[in-house]
T-cell receptor, first 111, second 111 residues
Framework: QKEVEQNSGPLSVPEGAIASLNCTYS??????FFWYRQYSGKSPELIMS????GDKEDGRFTAQLNKASQYVSLLIRDSQPSDSATYLC???????????FGPGTRLSVLP | SQTIHQWPATLVQPVGSPLSLECTVE??????LYWYRQAAGRGLQLLFY??????ISSEVPQNLSASRPQDRQFILSSKKLLLSDSGFYLC??????????FGSGTRLTVV
């Protein structure tokens, strides 16, 4: 049974701080890793993808992957109230296989 | 460009009534299509996926069924709804960077 785990939160950070969201996965052969943002009542939207060990930066977002530790994280720099949402981690073995989603971490950025 | 449409946006149905949710995709041919359900405060649960017309795979035994009558159409159905069928239903297809792109979702409340 493939599993993806996340702290449910809520994670509260002050505006302007760095928010750190974590995700662990059980399937060692996982190849693709994704972070989705889901605002309350809305569908998830893809914000980051990462495939190899290390860091990947896109604007205020940085995804970090450590396959040896089976760990992927998302850092949000200069957090804004508009970043308040639930962040879902998703893991895929190979393209075409079905994703496994974590339960999500609720982030609250306090003005 | 590829777009995905889902309707209706919200639905309130009595227990025992039938259900039909529709998803259509534009701008792509023969995409893999997926139905997910998100119960209140829970993660995304894969219900069905389809790799082509008439091809349906069920991930979780339940009160629901799916059909793919056309290349870019995916339908989720039930003959008799249960209270436990309430949730946020999302259709998805493989989008950029091999992640999923989700439709806007249907919020179903069974009363």
């Amino acid at each position: 049974q493939k599993e993806v785990e996340q702290n449910s939160g809520p994670l509260s950070v002050p505006e302007g701080a760095i928010a750190s969201l974590n995700c662990t996965y059980s399937d060692r052969v996982s190849q693709s890793f994704f972070w989705y943002r889901q605002y309350s009542g809305k569908s998830p939207e893809l914000i980051m993808s990462i495939y190899s060990n290390g860091d990947k930066e896109d604007g205020r977002f940085t995804a970090q992957l450590n396959k040896a530790s089976q760990y992927v994280s998302l850092l949000i720099r200069d957090s804004q109230p508009s970043d308040s949402a639930t962040y879902l981690c998703a893991v895929n073995g190979n393209y075409g296989q079905n994703f496994v989603f974590g339960p999500g971490t609720r982030l609250s950025v306090l003005p | 460009s590829q777009t995905i449409h889902q309707w209706p946006a919200t639905l309130v149905q009595p227990v025992g009534s039938p259900l039909s949710l529709e998803c259509t995709v534009e701008g792509t041919s023969n995409p893999n299509l997926y139905w997910y359900r998100q119960a209140a405060g829970r993660g995304l649960q894969l219900l069905f996926y389809s790799v082509g017309i008439g091809q349906i795979s069920s991930e979780v035994p339940q009160n629901l069924s799916a059909s793919r009558p056309q290349d870019r159409q995916f339908i989720l159905s039930s003959k008799k709804l249960l209270l436990s069928d309430s949730g946020f239903y999302l259709c998805a297809y493989p989008g950029p960077y091999y992640g999923y792109t989700f439709g806007s979702g249907t919020r179903l409340t069974v009363v």
